[in-house]
């Protein structure tokens, strides 16, 4: 018997080709989600702002130094930071 929930988990939190929305996802418009991330302006990067970005938006997020693939996402967040890890701004797509 095959397990095939990674890709089912891969597929509802990276939107790409042939995804479909879970019903209950309502994901954060940008402008919400840049609201969001007001708060966490100017402090040093930690992966628990990214998991709070993730709750606050259901949106993908990514940390400054977190791989990703290079294919477009308009619902994905990736965190900004300056050279001493301080978040500057988030960027779309």
Do not use: C
């Not at 988990?9 to 418009?29: A, D, F, L």
């Amino acid at each position: 018997m095959s397990d095939d929930t990674s890709d089912t988990r891969k597929s509802q939190s990276e939107p790409g080709i042939g995804w479909q929305p879970p019903e209950h996802w309502n994901p954060s418009t940008d402008d919400q989600a840049l609201e969001a991330m007001q708060r966490f302006m100017g402090m040093p990067y930690e992966p628990s702002i990214r998991d709070e970005l993730l709750r606050l938006t259901d949106r993908p997020v990514y940390g400054p130094h977190d791989a990703k693939s290079r294919d477009l996402n308009p619902f994905r967040i990736t965190i900004q930071t300056d050279d001493q890890d301080l978040i500057t701004g988030i960027q779309f797509g």
